[in-house]
């Protein structure tokens, strides 16, 4: 049974990875920026007392960045999907890229960075960035949503950096498809169960030779 660390796990993506890690028994940490606004999570408590643990963190806060990591009783970490991520208006607007970039990109090398001690006690560490093919340069042929293209293709250069630097490590940024979360709006293809499986299956097999690459939920390969 694996320990892993998944944040924004209260809502969407992050939940439904949740909850089909926890059926398999594995032993996962929840991050949320509210606990007491979670329902879905409290809910899941009560149901996997001893191996839930839901922990706070706002990937814009510095000091919760840091009481986070300190929060984690794992001495090895098997698993860490950093999948929490906005995706704010369609213009050219500094703030909503700054704030974007905070959370997209910053946050995930910042919580990446903090974790690094406990991956490298693991004999089999995985960390996997939850990315999008809106941050593929060969696949944009439509333009637009620049502050959300930009931090995650930013996000694949920090994944393909760190898998070359950390070869210990297997390290993928992932594409869960278009979900129907609120971040995907109700007009998106697949349901958030159907993106769970699939991720929560390729992330589980991952393997060497798959480190330092891009593929979707259904373990399609992306390019860059
Ligand atoms: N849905 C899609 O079709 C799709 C497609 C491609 C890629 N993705 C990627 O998949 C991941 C999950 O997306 P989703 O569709 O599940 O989105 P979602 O339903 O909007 O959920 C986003 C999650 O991120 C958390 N979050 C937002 N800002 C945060 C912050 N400052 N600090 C910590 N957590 C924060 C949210 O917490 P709160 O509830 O507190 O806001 C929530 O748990 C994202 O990285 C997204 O870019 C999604």
């Known amino acids: 049974m694996k320990n892993l660390i998944i944040t924004g796990a209260n809502r969407g993506i992050g939940l439904g990875i949740t909850k089909v890690m926890l059926s398999q028994n594995h032993t996962v940490i929840a991050t949320t920026r509210n606990i007491e606004n979670s329902g879905d999570l409290q809910n899941?408590?009560?149901?996997?007392?001893?191996?839930?643990?839901?922990?706070r963190l706002?990937?814009?806060?510095?000091?919760?960045?840091?009481?986070?990591?300190?929060k984690i009783p794992f001495n090895h970490l098997d698993i860490l999907i950093n999948n929490a991520g906005i995706m704010e208006g369609n213009s050219l607007n500094i703030a909503n890229t700054d704030k974007t970039f905070q959370v997209n990109t910053l946050g995930p090398m910042q919580v990446t960075q903090k974790l690094i001690k406990k991956l490298l006690n693991s004999n089999s560490a995985k960390v996997f960035f939850m990315s999008s093919k809106m941050g593929s340069i060969a696949d944009n042929m439509s333009g637009g949503h620049y502050s959300y293209r930009m931090s995650k293709t930013a996000l694949n250069m920090f994944c393909r950096s760190f898998s070359i630097d950390y070869p210990k490590i297997i390290t993928m940024a992932l594409h869960p498809g278009w979900v129907k979360t609120d971040m995907g709006g109700p007009n998106a293809i697949i349901s958030i169960k159907e993106s769970a499986v699939g991720l929560s299956s390729l992330m589980l097999k991952a393997e060497k030779n798959m480190s330092g690459r891009f593929f979707d939920y259904n373990g399609n390969e992306l390019p860059w």
């Open 44 to 55: 899941l408590k009560n149901k996997y007392s001893k191996n839930l643990k839901i922990v």
């Open 58 to 70: 706002d990937l814009t806060n510095k000091d919760s960045l840091l009481s986070f990591s300190k």
